[in-house]
């Protein structure tokens, strides 16, 4: 790896390091311009765009090969478009999210089978949700233990159980 980042070492000016995933984050090599990565079709949205920022870093541009077997109009080749498409990673994100959910907001589970919100979806709700925090914090900042509002506590109280709370950012 320190040869790599050194620079070209043969005398035609070609260097390759040939990696697992390892590289996805904390290596910086400048000199790296170019990545292929096989089997794309197997990694997820953030991985891929993490990968591919591992290349292009120094004053050269980058350019990142996903090869995949994958068919055309499958979810995987779907998620490969949507890595060529852009390097915006908060559009990515929001793809992420929509493809596989928010998961369990209150919980562990990470991807949307098992979530915890019945009638609402983050993306689709985006501006709802903003209005109900900032309603929330108002409310909480002026009372943090709802006394004036005891219908509020209780339905809370109703909503957290002990294997809940710790999910929730408490001040």
């Not at 790296?32 to 050269?60: E, P, Y």
């Not at 990673?89 to 209150?106: N, S």
Request: negative net charge.
């Amino acid at each position: 790896m320190q040869r790599f980042a050194n620079g070209p070492a043969h005398s035609d000016g070609v260097d390759v390091l040939i990696s697992t995933t390892v590289i996805e984050v904390g290596v910086d090599v400048a000199n790296a311009t170019m990545m292929v990565i096989m089997d794309a079709d197997r990694f997820g949205i953030s991985q891929l765009h993490q990968l591919r920022g591992r290349v292009g870093r120094g004053s050269a541009p980058g350019l990142c090969l996903l090869v995949t077997e994958a068919p055309q109009f499958s979810p995987a080749r779907e998620r490969l478009a949507a890595v060529a498409s852009t390097t915006d990673g908060f559009e990515l994100a929001a793809l992420d999210l929509l493809q596989r959910r928010e998961g369990d907001v209150l919980g562990r589970d990470q991807s949307g089978v098992r979530s915890s919100l019945k009638l609402v979806s983050i993306l689709r709700d985006e501006e709802i949700l903003e209005q109900a925090r900032i309603a929330a914090v108002k409310i909480i900042s002026s009372d943090p233990e709802l006394v004036t509002q005891p219908a509020l506590a209780l339905a809370v109280k109703s909503l957290i159980d002990n294997s809940r709370a710790q999910f929730v950012k408490k001040s």
